[in-house]
T-cell receptor
Framework: EADIYQTPRYLVIGTGKKITLECSQT?????MYWYQQDPGMELHLIHY???????EKGDLSSESTVSRIRTEHFPLTLESARPSHTSQYLCASSESRGAPNEKLFFGSGTQLSVL | AQKITQTQPGMFVQEKEAVTLDCTYDTSDPSYGLFWYKQPSSGEMIFLIY??????QNATEGRYSLNFQKARKSANLVISASQLGDSAMYFCAMRDFEGSEGGATNKLIFGTGTLLAVQP
């Protein structure tokens, strides 16, 4: 079973606030990811990391930023939340073995609503 | 560009019957991987099954099987003996094998999903 945790599960916040979505995994995985998912839509990769001090932008442009100071922790920050940021944010991780069938383990997600 | 297409926004199936969820993909890379994930209403994504582009046989995992037709670029998920707990969104995904910094990024490209409702 996956050991990847996201907090908070739900967040309702006002426009202009700074927020940080937490993601932690206890599996020692090198690779971590953030996906954004609108209701009834596919997941879009917004950030990923190969390891400590490594972060890359994903396929979907996002105003959020990420950091990877520790292997197990990959927080996502929005400096000034806007209603357009309302979405579900899913964190994932995977081992860095490069195996073809290497799968992603996902957290339960954070549903963000910006009023 | 790589793309995943799921043409069924929603499906109904009677409990204990089998159901097929469609997935087609587009890639020019000869080496790729295909995944199916389940997303219940609780929101987490649960890995179901994997098919590699060079695998000779269709993948199976318990009640899940993947009908892989390489020439047609399709990777349909078959769920046998549906259960009420199978009601969820199902996403087909393809692994991007773009090499970077010593290995594949393992980025997954997702389809739009199919909402499956199992009726008693």
């Amino acid at each position: 079973e996956a050991d990847i945790y996201q907090t908070p599960r739900y967040l309702v916040i006002g426009t202009g606030k700074k927020i940080t979505l937490e993601c932690s995994q206890t599996m020692g995985h090198d690779k971590m990811y953030w996906y954004q998912q609108d209701p009834g839509m596919e997941l879009h990769l917004i950030h990923y990391s190969y390891g400590v001090n490594s972060t890359e932008k994903g396929d979907l442009s996002s105003e959020s930023t990420v950091s990877r100071i520790r292997t197990e922790h990959f927080p996502l920050t929005l400096e000034s939340a806007r209603p357009s940021h309302t979405s579900q944010y899913l964190c994932a991780s995977s081992e860095s073995r490069g195996a073809p069938n290497e799968k992603l383990f996902f957290g339960s997600g954070t549903q963000l609503s910006v009023l | 560009a790589q793309k995943i297409t799921q043409t069924q926004p929603g499906m109904f199936v009677q409990e204990k019957e089998a159901v097929t969820l469609d997935c087609t993909y587009d890639t020019s890379d000869p080496s790729y991987g295909l995944f199916w994930y389940k997303q219940p209403s609780s929101g987490e994504m649960i890995f179901l099954i994997y098919q590699g582009s060079y695998d000779q046989q269709n993948a199976t995992e318990g009640r899940y099987s993947l009908n892989f037709q390489k020439a047609r670029k399709s990777a349909n998920l078959v769920i046998s003996a549906s259960q009420l707990g199978d009601s969820a969104m199902y996403f087909c995904a393809m692994r991007d094998f773009e090499g970077s910094e010593g290995g594949a990024t393992n980025k997954l490209i997702f389809g739009t999903g199919t909402l499956l409702a199992v009726q008693p």
